[in-house]
C-alpha cells in the first residue's frame, strides 16, 4: 500500500519560515519524482517545487525562497519555506510519480498571518 504523508504545516507569521516533510512509503522511493503542490481557496493546485535525482524545479511563487530537498535513505522529500507571505497560504500536497504510477499525500495546511 502506497502512502505519502505530509507534515510540518501549520500557522506562521509574514517573513517567517517552515519546513514541509512527506514520508513515503510502499514504492521505491529514489526513482520517483518527487514534488510539492499547493492549493489556496477558490483557485487551481499548482507546482511549488519537483525534485528527482539531483535536479530540481520551481513554480515561479517559489523561487528564491523555497527549497526542495530529498533523503532517499529516509523516503522523504522536503519543502523549506522561507519569507513566507500571506498569499502563500494554502494545503500543501506532496506528489510521488514515475510513468504511469501518481500518488498523493492528504495535504498539510499551511497559514501566513499575522
Known amino acids: 500500500q502506497v502512502q505519502l504523508v505530509e507534515s510540518g504545516g501549520g500557522l506562521v507569521q509574514p517573513g517567517g519560515s517552515l519546513r514541509l516533510s512527506c514520508v513515503a512509503s510502499g514504492i521505491r522511493f529514489s526513482m520517483y519524482t518527487m514534488s510539492w503542490h499547493r492549493q489556496a481557496p477558490g483557485k487551481q493546485r499548482e507546482l511549488v517545487a519537483a525534485i528527482i535525482s539531483g535536479l530540481t524545479n520551481y513554480g515561479d511563487s517559489a523561487k528564491g525562497r523555497f527549497t526542495i530537498s530529498r533523503d532517499n535513505g529516509k523516503n522523504t522529500v522536503y519543502l523549506q519555506m522561507n519569507s513566507l507571505k500571506p498569499e502563500d497560504t494554502a494545503v500543501y500536497y506532496c506528489?510521488?510519480?514515475?510513468?504511469?504510477?501518481?500518488?498523493w499525500g492528504q495535504g498539510t495546511q499551511v497559514t501566513v498571518s499575522s
Open positions: 506528489n510521488g510519480r514515475y510513468g504511469v504510477h501518481d500518488y
